[in-house]
């Protein structure tokens, strides 16, 4: 992980807030369909980087009784369509739960909702908590433009793709919320060990 610049700070600032405390509905995966496919652009261009809303696509974490992951929820689909959110609950269901578990293990990450945002396939952003669906575009140009996936955890993290220790990091949630597999955690910790990925660069 890299500094990524108060871009990054900005970001948090706006827009983000606490999630729910994760602890343990029997679905394992669900796309989100709604009545209505809202009306968007096809794209919108963020300093010069034009993203395209079709290609935005979410996997969360979240818990039924989590009120910041019912809003979230429903969120996504109003802003990007019902094709939009995978959603993981955890809830009842020990597959969800210990891919949760890994996940807190890898990033440090205890609370939901945690959502994953990819574009075009490629993952390029983990949040902790709810936060402002429509800054989704200009998250997605932020981690684009530095070549990396932005980790919100409280602390704001650049994994760069271009660092093989963040690429461990980066492949491993990548299968824990796209593929939804399960990771050797330890094998990862151990190859990680005694160096840092990164620097932190909010608060």
């Known amino acids: 992980m890299k500094k990524a610049g108060m871009v990054l700070l900005l970001l948090v600032l706006v827009g983000f ?29 963020v300093n010069g980087t034009r993203i395209y809303l079709n290609e935005i696509h979410f996997y969360m974490y979240g818990l039924k ?3 910041h992951c019912r809003h ?4 996504i689909p109003q802003e990007y369509g019902e094709r939009a959110l995978t959603y993981y609950e955890l809830l009842d269901n020990k597959t969800n739960m210990n891919l949760f ?10 609370g939901v909702p945690a959502i994953a ?11 902790e908590g709810e936060f402002n669906v429509t800054a989704t ?14 980790l919100f955890t409280g602390k704001t993290y650049l994994l760069s793709y271009k660092d093989p220790k963040a690429k461990l990091v980066i492949r491993a ?3 824990i919320f796209v593929r939804h ?23």
């Not at 807030?17 to 796309?31: E, K, L, M, R, V």
């Not at 945002?117 to 949040?127: E, F, K, Q, R």
């Not at 575009?137 to 932005?150: F, M, Q, S, Y």
């Open 65 to 67: 009784t989590c009120p």
């Open 17 to 45: 807030s606490a999630g729910c405390i994760g602890s343990s509905s029997n679905s394992t995966a669900s796309t989100i369909s709604t009545s209505k496919e809202p009306q968007k652009p096809s794209y919108v261009d």
């Open 101 to 110: 578990n890994q996940l807190a293990q890898l990033t440090g990450i205890t």
């Open 72 to 75: 979230m929820h429903e969120w």
């Open 117 to 127: 945002i990819t574009y075009n396939g490629t993952l390029y952003a983990v949040i």
């Open 137 to 150: 575009p200009e998250i997605l140009a932020t981690a684009i433009k530095n070549d990396g996936v932005l």
């Open 181 to 203: 597999e399960p990771v050797n955690v330890q094998e990862i910790l151990n190859e990680l060990k005694g160096n840092s990925t990164g620097n932190s660069t909010g608060n």
């Open 173 to 175: 949630l990548y299968t």
